[in-house]
């Protein structure tokens, strides 16, 4: 019997005394404590009752801690639940509550707030804090450094990963320990992973990117990662000659690419640079080429799905495309009214299929069958088109969302507080371009009649609410909102007269 995502990512490395995270207090942690920490956590797991497919919710600060317990849970055979470390109090009692976590994780300063959620809904609390303090980390310093794997299959759910909607509520993507482990086997390969890689990690954890593709993909190879507790522009640019691979989101290139002492002889030993979950400029990539003589590798992802398409290694790394479907993975680009299949050349969503599609949304039957048809193929939401050489062109999205430094933002989440505020008649948040996040978030209000909305109420109302990425950085009130003939609200209008508001930030 056996547990296919640990055994491939960590039981290969037991044992080993090879190097696997660089810490940032210059310790270098090999790929055997690693594990023996991790078995500590599924000790502590165990001992506290968690049975095989329980969900561990998880709100805390990116270390090798945080990562240990991830390892723990797959050892474990639990659904690891990572959240975003923005979100409030309020953001997490309905992720608590949807997910029916039995434990929850989270940093010793928020025990106070989060124990009558947990308690509430039954579930265990436990803190780990970034130094590895905290009531998780003394149970499992008791436990034994060795832990018999729990036996799992490909389709067990391994990771529940909560991604707004267009409603405003958030679903819980259920991805399997098969979804997760062919995508990190494809992409280790794809991209050239082998024992000798040294990823320069500067991603949150809690997310797709850095968890599944950055870590997984170093795991799948046996390589080491230098891991940053956050993107720190002086700390990269001091480590990258120690690395040979970084990831990042399209805000991590830019701001590289600002600062002068980013030059080709910093960087003339690495070996790949990734971009993902935001649209890199065409005019970052050739900057970036022209700057250093390495050409960007795009790839396109979701959190549905893990990776989609990639650039390709050997050959042409097209600027402002994702890339080929990678190896294994259907991309399809259909009529969003019919479904039908679109020909070559023709604008249309992007639907995919393939190991790396997730099972669907938890609990939620009617959101699933609204994207993830009957044969297998997932709607995502993106609009896009083939290029006469294959190459995927992602040109927009069917779907009411901003990507801000790499986060998703659904304006039905923010509308919806406005809305509630004193004075509110109605509102309308759109995305604009912003120099150093790609796009942000600006709110737009219509008083009620006679009305004069308090601003800094809103502001602090917000705050309450939102995780911080997710406020808007500019409110701005209005008598109207523009609206088609059906009723709708143009936002198309408002982009384009507020998309000079950001440019020059
Ligand atoms: C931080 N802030 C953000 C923000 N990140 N606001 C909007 N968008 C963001 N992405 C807030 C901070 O709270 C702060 O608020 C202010 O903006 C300025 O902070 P900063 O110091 O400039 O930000 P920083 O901490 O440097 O973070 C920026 C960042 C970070 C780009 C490094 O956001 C980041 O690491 N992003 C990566 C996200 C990611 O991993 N996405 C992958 C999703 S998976 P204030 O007001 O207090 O000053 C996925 C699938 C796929 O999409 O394909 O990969
Ligand atoms: P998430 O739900 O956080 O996983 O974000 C997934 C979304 O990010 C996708 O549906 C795309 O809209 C976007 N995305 C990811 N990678 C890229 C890319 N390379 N270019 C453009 N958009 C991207």
Redesign the pocket.
């Known amino acids: 019997m056996t547990n296919p995502l640990f055994d491939v990512l960590f039981g290969n490395h037991a044992g080993k005394d090879t190097p696997f995270l660089y810490l940032p207090d210059g310790e270098t942690l090999t790929h055997d404590r690693f594990l023996r920490l991790a078995a500590q956590y599924a000790n502590a797991f165990t001992a506290a009752g968690l049975e095989p497919g329980a969900r561990v919710a998880a709100q805390v600060e990116k270390s090798h801690f945080a990562l240990a317990a991830y390892a723990a849970c797959v050892q474990a055979g639990l659904v690891f639940l990572p959240l975003n470390t ?1 979100y409030t109090v309020e953001e997490l009692s309905y992720f608590i509550e949807d997910s029916g976590a039995s434990m929850v994780i989270c940093k010793g300063d928020r025990r106070e707030a989060l124990q009558p959620i947990a308690s509430k809904h039954g579930a265990a609390l436990e803190t780990l804090d970034e130094d590895g303090s905290g009531s998780l980390s003394e149970k499992a310093a008791e436990a034994p450094e060795t832990f018999e794997t729990v036996d799992r299959k490909a389709d067990d759910l391994a990771a529940l990963l909560y991604t707004s909607g267009t409603t405003g509520r958030s679903k819980g993507a259920m991805l399997s320990q098969g979804n997760l482990l062919s995508n990190a086997e494809t992409l280790a390969e794809h991209w050239r992973f082998t024992s000798d890689d040294v990823l320069l990690h500067a ?2 954890i809690f ?4 968890l599944f ?1 950055a870590t997984n993909i170093t795991l799948v190879a046996g390589g080491a990662m230098i891991f940053l507790p ?2 720190d522009l002086d700390k990269v640019i001091d480590l990258l000659p120690e690395a040979t691979a970084m990831m990042g ?1 399209p ?2 290139y830019t701001r590289l690419l600002d600062d002068q002492r980013f030059d080709k002889d910093l960087v003339a030993h690495m070996r790949l640079f990734v971009s ?2 935001a649209p890199l400029l065409a005019e970052t990539h050739t900057q970036f080429e022209k700057r250093t003589g390495h050409r960007i590798l795009e790839r ?4 549905e799905t893990n ?1 989609n398409t990639s650039n390709p290694y050997d050959g042409d790394r097209r600027a402002g495309t994702v890339g080929f479907p990678l190896p294994g993975v259907e991309l399809k680009i259909t009529d969003p009214e019919t479904g039908e299949e679109l020909p070559q050349g023709e604008v249309g969503q992007i639907e995919v299929r393939g190991p790396n599609v997730f099972q669907g949304y938890w609990q939620m039957p009617e959101k699933t069958a609204a994207e993830l048809r009957e044969n297998g193929f997932f709607i995502t939401g993106d609009l896009g088109v083939i290029d006469d050489r294959g190459y995927v062109q992602i040109v927009g999205r069917n779907k009411d969302l901003i990507i ?5 933002i659904y304006p039905k989440e923010i509308e919806l507080v406005l809305d509630e505020q004193p004075g509110v008649l109605e509102s309308a948040v759109i995305g604009v371009p912003h120099a ?2 790609g796009e ?1 978030v600006v709110g737009v209000i219509v008083p009620e009649a006679g009305a004069e909305p308090d601003l800094d109420a809103i502001g602090a109302a917000t705050s309450k609410a939102l995780a ?2 997710k406020h808007p950085k500019k409110l701005i009130v209005r008598e109207e909102l523009p609206r088609n003939s059906m009723g709708k609200v143009q936002k198309n209008l408002l982009r384009d007269e507020f998309k000079d508001l950001f440019v020059n930030a």
Request: proline share 3%.
């Open positions: 923005g991603l949150p997310h797709t990117h850095g593709v956050k993107f989101v805000t991590f993902g979950s396109y992802g979701m959190t990776m801000s430094g790499g986060y998703n150093d996040f942000t911080r990425f």
